[in-house]
């Protein structure tokens, strides 16, 4: 009756998430949908669109700037006319300007400045391009995850449906008088065994789809279904591949985005110095305005004429320019020259640290795939032994002179040698995986 149970509740497992299931997710699948949905991807864009307008607000600071006033005022009392004179009476006031200046030199800040900004955009590409990168590594983990679960469910299977054969043929010894009770009984317990841990590995396959889902931030896992792929095929592929950690990073040093983002604040950097710099110059500004106005007083002849005509005859146009010379603010620019100094030589070690990173993350990578590829090796030897040493005792079993329990011991040996050769397979795929992706070559 437990048996029946498990049964059911595994079936209920596997049954369940396939109801609404719509499409089979391959590791492209899941990385693409990942990149759109990320968090991180998507703030990264946000700084990228802010670098933009950062930009754009340098370049047209080359422009003109150009402003419109108006105003209104109405004086009640002794107000002045438009002579100069006091007099005992209101006067209305209308003012219209027009104002427009440009800096015609200002220390080259303005060039200096577009640079920098320009820089700071390409180093915010190059960190959202990291991030892509970082979540795209993220979810292959989570993905052969995945795929390791779905094996070793798929293993735990076999094993159900040889031991409920192992039953069955014990039953039958049983009532035959061919064999004892006890057969039957270590028989069962095998079986039980064996279902109590096919409904765990059917745990494990659904909370790796469920930590997969989550890292992809999809709401529903119950709609990912994962083909399993010729995984031995692509092992067999991955292991031509290895190469040396001199060849890797030689190559891999320019395309890696957080170096490449190091470098380009490094050049912001030296762009900023510039900057401050041009606060020692002097700067010079052009400009020019024109204003007119409209004068009424509250006396029976009026203001001088009607809004119009004074509006006509009141314009003023001014054109001018000016020098300013810095002498002395306080040490403020000496200062700022001297922190963006300070900021370049951040930004420098910034850069060695990051080429240092990035050579440790190859190397590493390097020796982990090595030594995922040489214990996958040895795992096989192990599993061919342990196969070899159980075809031996299934005869001896056939042949009645093995116990149900002598059996059971050499099988379980050949199940424990077989899940430690999956897991070292996949540990392998993934490193090998990782080595792939800093020798440039496709994920998916």
């Given at each position: 009756m437990n048996r029946i149970i498990i049964l059911c509740i595994t079936s209920l497992l596997a049954a369940f998430p396939a109801q609404a299931q719509?499409?089979?997710?391959?590791?492209?699948?899941c990385i693409e949908y990942a990149l759109e949905k990320n968090i991180d991807v998507q703030q990264r864009k946000v700084e990228v669109e802010n670098k933009e307008l950062s930009l754009s607000t340098s370049r047209f600071s080359r422009l003109p700037a150009l402003s419109g006033n108006v105003g209104e005022n109405y004086n009640i009392g002794r107000t002045q006319n438009r002579e100069g004179v006091y007099e005992d009476h209101g006067?209305?006031?209308?003012s219209v300007g027009a104002n427009a200046s440009i800096t015609v030199f200002q220390g080259f800040r303005i060039n200096n400045q577009i640079k920098a900004d320009k820089l700071s955009l390409e180093a915010a590409t190059q960190d959202l391009e990291q991030a892509r990168q970082d979540i795209s590594l993220q979810?292959?983990?989570?993905?052969?995850q995945v795929l390791y679960s779905m094996e070793s469910e798929k293993l735990s299977e076999k094993q159900v449906k040889i031991n409920s054969?192992?039953?069955e043929r014990a039953k039958k010894l049983v009532a035959g008088g061919r064999s004892s009770l006890s057969e039957l009984y270590d028989a069962q317990s095998a079986l039980a065994r064996s279902e109590s841990s096919l409904v765990d590995a059917a745990n494990s396959t659904q909370t790796a789809i469920l930590d997969l889902a989550q890292e992809m931030n999809c709401p529903d896992y119950s709609s990912i279904a994962i083909e399993l792929p010729d995984v031995d095929s692509m092992v067999d592929h991955e292991a031509l591949l290895l190469s040396p950690v001199d060849s890797i990073y030689s190559d891999y040093i320019q395309r890696r985005p957080a170096v490449m983002a190091a470098q380009k604040r490094v050049e912001q950097a030296e762009a900023n110095i510039k900057v401050a710099k041009s606060s020692f110059w002097p700067s010079i500004n052009v400009g020019a305005s024109y204003s007119s106005g409209y004068y009424s007083d509250q006396t029976a002849f009026g203001g001088g004429g009607s809004f119009w005509n004074q509006l006509g005859r009141n314009g003023s146009t001014a054109i001018g320019a000016s020098l300013s010379i810095p002498i002395f603010n306080r040490m403020s620019t000496v200062n700022s020259v001297k922190t963006a100094k300070n900021n370049a030589r951040t930004s420098r070690l910034s850069l060695e640290q990051a080429k240092l990173n990035a050579f440790k993350e190859v190397q590493q990578a390097?020796?982990?795939a090595k030594a995922a590829y040489s214990k996958y090796?040895?795992?096989?030897?192990?599993?061919?032994?342990?196969?070899?040493?159980?075809?031996?005792?299934?005869k001896k079993f056939d042949n009645g002179t093995s116990t149900s329990y002598q059996f059971n011991e050499v099988r379980q040996k050949l199940e424990t040698a077989t899940s430690q050769m999956f897991q070292a397979k996949y540990s392998f795929l993934l490193r090998a995986k990782i080595l792939d992706f800093y020798k440039g070559e496709p994920l998916y």
């Open positions: 719509t499409k089979l997710w391959s590791l492209g699948d006067a209305a006031t209308t979810i292959t983990a989570f993905y052969l054969e192992l039953v390097y020796v982990n090796l040895a795992e096989m030897k192990s599993v061919d032994a342990a196969k070899k040493a159980f075809e031996f005792e299934q």
